[in-house]
């Protein structure tokens, strides 16, 4: 991975690490190595977005994300992430996401959350993967309820990445702003029953209750998914430069597994499920089960 990359990523992590302190282009010279002026350069060539812009859309996700989850006063949260005025926060908030603080606390409608993507991450992609040294997975079987999903449906796509590149990456901003059953937006690879003429079998979205009215974000749909049994395929931890890794690795031991061994059977009815991977947890996936006949039992 070359240097401006590297450099890039050491400033995003740093905006990350001092987001309520006051952020200056000569502290990001400093992490970056480079000059101030090549430093806001490479910034914005790699992310898309000037220091300031990427400051500021991280701020007010991260007071969104205070408001939903945490008792706080809309001052308090305004001036802790380094805001000049009340005034101006909630403007901007608004601006951003289409309703003013004290609504959003008050509602939590979804709303288009930034999410930071470290510019490393979308390097590694095209290095070539070492499975030299695959780790395990550890198996389980758990059960999901009868529930329903609101998803953005693709148009092509099979992955996580020809996905982001037909739909975008704000879709996960948008997940994240709203409840989840299972505590955070999941990807889904839809089965043929689930899909749409034209729609990708690759979807994102998050799992609700089945009595679910709350806000469906325009240009999402609402299906229903039956209760069904799973095994969550669970990797160890990884470090997040060899997250492209975790996920081949996890998903080749599920691959090879045999259901049967435990007297299951793949079903192709229900969508298999991916969380998002987080090293410190390890990459996890799930795959749906139905129990094997009595007469096929291993």
Request: negative net charge; proline residues 6%; glycine residues 6%.
């Given at each position: ?236 931890p990884f470090c997040e430069e060899a997250y492209c890794d975790a996920i081949t690795a996890v998903q080749r031991a599920a691959d090879r597994y045999d259901p049967a061994l435990i007297g299951y059977q793949w079903d192709d009815t229900n969508p298999r499920i991916q969380l998002e ?22």
């Amino acid at each position: 991975m070359n240097e401006q990359i590297l450099a890039v990523q050491r400033m995003q992590d740093y905006i990350d690490a001092h987001l309520e302190e006051t952020i200056t282009l000569a502290a990001l010279s400093q992490v970056s190595l480079f000059s101030p002026w090549y430093s806001y350069r490479l910034f914005q060539r790699h992310t898309g977005l000037t220091v300031t812009e990427y400051v500021r859309r991280l701020r007010l996700s991260r007071s969104a994300m205070r408001l939903k989850h945490e008792r706080c006063r809309v001052t308090d949260v305004a001036y802790e992430l380094g805001f000049g005025s009340v005034d101006g926060y909630q403007r901007a908030f608004h601006r951003a996401f289409g309703c003013n603080p004290a609504e959003y606390a008050r509602t939590k409608v979804p709303i288009p959350l930034f999410i930071p993507y470290g510019v490393k991450f979308r390097a590694l992609r095209k290095e070539p993967m070492d499975m030299s040294n695959v780790q395990s997975a550890f198996v389980q079987l758990m059960h999901k309820p009868e529930r329903k999903a609101v998803i953005k449906r693709g148009v092509k796509a099979e992955d996580y990445f020809a996905y982001c590149e037909e739909v975008g990456c704000d879709v996960w901003g948008i997940l994240k702003s709203m409840d989840s059953l299972c505590g955070e937006p999941v990807c889904l690879w839809l089965p043929e029953a689930a899909r749409k003429p034209g729609t990708s079998v690759y979807v994102q979205g998050v799992e609700v209750a089945t009595d679910y009215a709350g806000d469906v974000p325009e240009g999402f749909d609402v299906i229903g998914l039956p209760a069904a049994e799973y095994l969550m395929f669970q990797g160890e931890p990884f470090c997040e430069e060899a997250y492209c890794d975790a996920i081949t690795a996890v998903q080749r031991a599920a691959d090879r597994y045999d259901p049967a061994l435990i007297g299951y059977q793949w079903d192709d009815t229900n969508p298999r499920i991916q969380l998002e991977p987080r090293g410190e947890r390890g990459y996890i996936e799930l795959r749906a089960v139905r129990p094997l006949p009595a007469e096929q039992h291993v």
